[in-house]
């Protein structure tokens, strides 16, 4: 049986053995979008690893022999000192779940392949905060440590330790390098093999994880499937000033316009957006900075969506004023934004009026008429941040995810964390709501808000969490867990108290889409939305 499928344009298998993310990569392939080289081991192998506890006979030699191959394609060697290549190792079921497994990045970045990358580039400094945001990532998925740990004890060393930029980042690498020691009775193997045998396997264990268990019950997942694990050359958007990494939207996934939308951050990899650690930047920002890349993203997206036949999120690395695609997904909007994006997409002929409705479900249509908070009553407000997905939602405050699951049996929560991680899955799917005083839209916790059609907030810059004494401080106040608040995922308030809530008329485009419902099933708006929708889907059906 054959393990590892390589990432090309002839790569025939489907979502199933590729999972979401790698089949992706082959269409971005097909389309001849810019793509880093790199192979896919198939989600079969983690359901037998994950039956046997060890790897399926065979995947050991495929594995070398694919980085061979890969070593082979950008002529550099793995964990080597001449031109050394590093790889990202991702994961990916066939069902999209954000930010519920485990990815590495700068894997094969042993010691003396990080010598020879600072003497590759002449920059010792991007070397050793490239060797030390590998040793985060490993000590987070393969060691067990939680998420930002071992990161945020590295970058506080580095900020504040004695010496230069790279004395400090040496001794952040020593620190943080102690501490696996300490957790794994052993240090990070320092031979590049080892360290990816490492981090597919965390990426396979990752299925199994609390966390991932309880998005796939959430969403109706099947817990059988399995992830598959991507593997590709790295891009660096940590390399200088001119590199970077973010997140894009063909449309707005809050409203459905038709404009690009998301997050950017120059100088650094991938984690560090979606992990909402950092503070990002609007991506329009590329177009000023980086026009070259903002040009090819908009061509990029303007493709996937014709071939989609559907609004697309990108996920994208640019170095040295090179963009490269690392994942595609279409579709996942809801509410108002996915009713706008079908009429819209069939007004510009690439889907027929037929499929459009089929497109909107009637569950789709309670997030419609998006509930507001009323701010002409002037109501007492905590703070404000970006709107990640719309709704009101009203419950009482509360710090920490095991706190959300306990103070939800009493009433509706509101999770109020300064980031959110996979290990918060649990009081995500117990709150109302979330509020995050750091990250974007694209951040963990508004990504994941949106796919369990939660209102959220993110962003709240003025808003400090004090999980310890149980309370947030915003604006000179101080406010105890179980202070009722009420925030608004479009305008991104948040306040205290229960305000007036008014709700947003249907909207143009819901006025279209079941009127074309009306037509199909010869029925009028004298009933509600939900029954029209669903009287022209029994007929679509029939048809």
């Known amino acids: 049986m054959t393990w590892i499928h390589p990432l090309s344009a002839e790569t025939e ?45 065979g995947l050991d030699a495929e594995l070398a022999a694919a980085v061979s191959g890969l070593e082979a394609v950008t002529r550099r060697r793995f964990g080597g000192h001449e031109r050394p290549l590093a790889v990202s190792v991702r994961s990916g079921g066939s069902v999209s779940m954000p930010g519920m497994m485990s990815t590495i990045l700068n894997v094969g970045l042993t010691t003396e392949a990080t010598a020879g990358l600072a003497a590759e580039t002449g920059d010792v400094r991007f070397a050793l905060d490239s060797r030390l945001r590998f040793l985060s990532g490993f000590a987070s998925a393969v060691i067990g440590l939680p998420p930002g740990g071992p990161d945020a004890v590295a970058r506080e060393a580095a900020e504040r330790g004695p010496g230069g930029e790279e004395t400090r980042l040496a001794d952040a690498i020593r620190g943080v390098a102690a501490r696996i020691r300490e957790r794994a009775a052993g240090p990070v193997p320092d031979d590049a093999m080892r360290q990816l045998e490492l981090a597919v396997r965390a990426v396979f264990s990752s299925w199994d994880t609390p966390r991932a268990k309880t998005y796939r019950e959430l969403h109706g997942i099947p817990h059988g499937l399995g992830t598959a694990v991507t593997v590709q050359a790295m891009v660096f958007g940590n390399r200088d000033d001119r590199s970077g990494t973010g997140v894009a939207f063909s449309r707005d996934p809050n409203t459905g316009e038709s404009v690009p939308f998301g997050d950017v951050l120059f100088g650094c990899q991938g984690e560090d957006v979606v992990s909402g650690r950092s503070a990002t930047r609007p991506l329009t920002e590329l177009a000023g900075r980086e026009p070259a890349v903002w040009a090819g993203l908009l061509e990029a997206m303007g493709r996937i969506e014709e071939y989609y036949r559907d609004a ?31 009429v819209e997409l069939a007004d510009e002929g690439l889907i027929s009026r037929r499929e459009a409705l089929l497109r909107i479900s009637p569950h789709h249509l309670r997030y419609v008429r998006t509930p507001r908070i009323e701010l002409a009553d002037a109501p007492d407000i905590l703070t404000r941040g970006l709107g990640a997905c719309p709704g009101v939602a009203v419950g009482r405050v509360v710090t920490t995810a095991d706190r959300a699951v306990r103070m939800a049996a009493g009433g509706p929560v509101i999770l109020v964390r300064p980031q959110t991680s996979p290990l918060d899955m649990h009081g995500l799917a117990a709150a109302a709501g979330v509020v995050t005083a750091r990250g974007g839209p694209a951040s963990h916790a508004a990504v994941v808000a949106r796919a369990m059609g939660k209102p959220a907030v993110v962003g709240a810059a003025d808003l400090t969490v004090d999980a310890a004494t149980a309370s947030v401080r915003a ?36 006025h279209r889409l079941l009127g074309w419902a009306d037509e199909i099933s010869g029925g009028g708006p004298d009933r509600d939305d939900a029954e029209r929708l669903t009287a022209a889907h029994a007929v679509l059906r029939k048809a």
């Open 13 to 57: 298998e489907t979502p199933d053995v590729l999972g979401g993310k790698g089949h992706g990569l082959v269409v971005l392939h097909r389309l001849g979008l810019p793509v880093p080289p790199g192979f896919v081991i198939g989600t079969g192998a983690c359901r037998a690893f994950l039956r046997d506890g060890r790897f399926p006979d």
């Open 312 to 342: 697309c999120h990108v996920e994208f690395t640019f170095e040295a004023g090179k963009l490269w695609l690392l994942q595609v997904r279409p579709g996942g909007l809801a509410g108002r934004a996915a009713v706008r994006v079908a």
């Open 475 to 510: 604006g000179g106040r101080t406010f105890p867990e179980g202070t009722l608040v009420t925030i608004d995922g479009t305008g991104g308030e948040v306040v205290v108290g229960s305000p007036r809530v008014t709700t947003a008329p249907a909207g143009f485009h819901l």
